[in-house]
């Protein structure tokens, strides 16, 4: 079986008519547009297809129009090809495409998120105080090293992006990272300055990270329909907390998109789409993963190679967690002979289980997280019923969750 990951990219893919041709192709693009105008009481569709460069570029414009624009191109991925992915990413802004696409939480308030993100970072940015360079052709402790020597108590550079073995980027106080660049120069790197005037993804945005925590606090989040990758830690969530948590860290915090590639190998992804402008992320995947097989969403041409994808190869010929589920409810011997209590406590929430499993199949839907939890609760309920040992249901659970493949949502189950 093939496993896909979807990519999100972050700021700096944006141009001047992205998305134009997919809303007229695409009537769900076309409503997703309408839908983020109406949110943020800003024209989208204006902004992205016929604004201005440096309107569209303003970081508190960029990044909810990216967020949009990746937005419609999944929902135009889900109706024509609908392959679920085994896990997600997203660069930097990107993280919370990735986190919309998979509901952990709704569009409308992501909107709201990124766009107050992008307008505390936009402060920063009319401070002028700092600047990012991109780094090649030193390995990462050389230039970890350089950092080190450079920075000080009131002039710091650090490493703000690991994107790939021979592409690592620096963010800090202007002076520190001039300094910085002429000793990466003299060490034979090849140095570029970036045309942002920010710090990104360094301690210059503490006071912007704190208030965005506050912003954070005021929406609901959810566990993902499939992991979603942080850019922290370059791992999946493993609960609502944390993505809070990481969503803050991360603006302060060096994007960990190589180790992200390296996650994903070692999970056996085979196939990767990149879902949002440009090719930044598909360019970068060559770099990390030579064997992973990866596709963009830039043009129409780029939308029609994806009909050459079979969905049938990315099927999971395993079980579904609800079948197991009712498998094992059969199967796991009674210890209960009253029969009042056998009706309440495994005939009701076995026949719960068996309706929601053929009301999928009905509607050939694979359960969401919520309906798999669902599932485990009552799983759980009737193994109380039928006085099966905490040592014997752990051992049961361990073995449906790992014949599942859903371990990744049940990371903090305790019985």
């Known amino acids: 079986m093939k496993k896909l990951a979807l990519l999100f990219p972050g700021q700096g893919s944006q141009h001047i008519g992205m998305g134009r041709d997919l809303c007229q192709y695409f ?4 409503k997703t547009f309408e839908e983020a105008s109406d949110t943020l009481n800003l024209d989208m569709k204006k902004l992205c297809f016929e604004g201005d460069k ?11 129009a990216l967020l949009t624009l990746s937005v419609a191109k999944y929902r135009v991925y ?7 992915p085994s896990l997600a990413a997203g660069h930097s802004l990107g993280e919370f495409s990735a986190l919309t696409c998979s509901n952990a939480v709704s569009f409308p308030d992501a909107l709201k998120m990124v766009r107050m993100r992008g307008q505390l970072m936009q402060k920063v940015s009319k401070e002028g105080t700092g600047g990012m360079m991109a780094v090649s052709g030193l390995n990462k402790d050389a230039i970890e ?3 080190c020597q450079v920075s000080g108590p009131t002039q710091v550079v650090v490493i703000a992006n690991y994107n790939s073995p021979d592409q690592i980027v620096i963010s800090g106080h202007k002076n520190a990272l001039d300094k910085a660049g002429k000793r990466l120069s003299s060490k034979g790197a090849k140095v570029v300055p970036l045309d942002v005037s920010a710090a990104f993804h360094s301690p210059l945005l503490e006071e912007s990270a704190e208030k965005f925590a506050a912003e954070l606090a005021k929406y609901s989040f959810k566990m993902p329909d499939w ?3 942080s850019n922290y830690n370059a791992l999946p969530y493993k609960d609502e907390t944390t993505i809070r948590l990481f969503l803050k860290k991360q603006i302060t915090h060096p994007i960990q998109w190589q180790s992200t590639m390296e996650y994903m190998k070692n999970q056996g992804i085979n196939v990767a789409l990149e879902i949002g402008p440009k090719k930044v992320l598909k360019n970068l995947m060559k770099k990390n993963c030579e064997h992973i097989n990866v596709y963009s969403t830039n043009t129409r041409e780029d939308l029609q190679e994806l009909y050459e994808i079979d969905p049938e190869d990315f099927i999971d010929k395993r079980p579904t967690l609800l079948e197991r589920c009712l498998a094992m409810a059969v199967c796991t011997p009674n210890r209960n002979f009253n029969k009042e209590a056998f009706e309440n406590g495994v005939i009701q929430p076995y026949q719960k289980i068996k309706n929601t499993y053929y009301q999928l199949i009905d ?3 694979e359960p969401d997280a919520h309906q798999m939890k669902e ?13 099966i040992s905490v040592y014997q249901q752990r051992k049961r659970f361990k073995k449906l969750f790992k014949e599942t493949g859903t ?7 305790k019985i």
Not at 54 to 64: H, R, W
């Open 27 to 30: 009537p769900i693009a076309n």
């Open 54 to 64: 440096k309107e569209l570029t303003k970081t508190g414009n960029a990044q909810p």
């Open 78 to 84: 889900k109706q024509e090809l609908g392959i679920t």
């Open 145 to 147: 090293d350089v950092c």
């Open 227 to 229: 992991p979603v990758i």
């Open 363 to 365: 509607e050939k839907k």
């Open 375 to 387: 599932a485990i609760i009552l799983l759980q309920k009737i193994f109380d019923t039928k006085k």
């Open 407 to 413: 371990e990744h949502l049940f990371l903090d189950f």
